[in-house]
């Protein structure tokens, strides 16, 4: 009867520092568990805010290629001498000769 009075003490003890190490283990994974919820609230947030910051810009974007066409609309097609090669220009005068002669013989 007395070993049986010792086995229980003995289990009881262990019994109590099981629990306790079970609490122990269980605040840690709270701990865990509470600071990655943070971090996912965090990390929300900033995908928020990235892509607020991405609609403004393709915004942006949208308006200034629609500014840029409007220019592009607005200003002249014709490339003057200056920017052609000579090349180009030599290239042409055959067409301006004949076009020259075209317009003296017909005025």
């Not at 019994?15 to 283990?25: G, R, Y």
């Not at 509470?34 to 609609?55: N, V, Y």
């Amino acid at each position: 009867m007395a070993n049986l009075a010792k086995d229980k003490e003995a289990l009881e003890k262990r019994n109590k520092s099981l629990q306790e190490k079970n609490k122990s283990i269980t605040k840690k994974h709270k701990d865990e568990m509470e600071k990655f919820e943070k971090m996912l609230r965090d990390a929300d947030k900033q995908l928020a805010e990235s892509l607020q910051q991405i609609k403004k810009m393709a915004e942006e974007k949208d308006l200034r290629e629609k500014e840029l066409g409007e220019l592009k609309a607005a200003a002249p097609e014709e490339s003057t001498q200056a920017d052609k090669t000579l090349l180009e220009r030599l290239q042409c005068a055959p067409q301006k000769i004949m076009r020259y002669l075209s317009d003296i013989t017909r005025g």
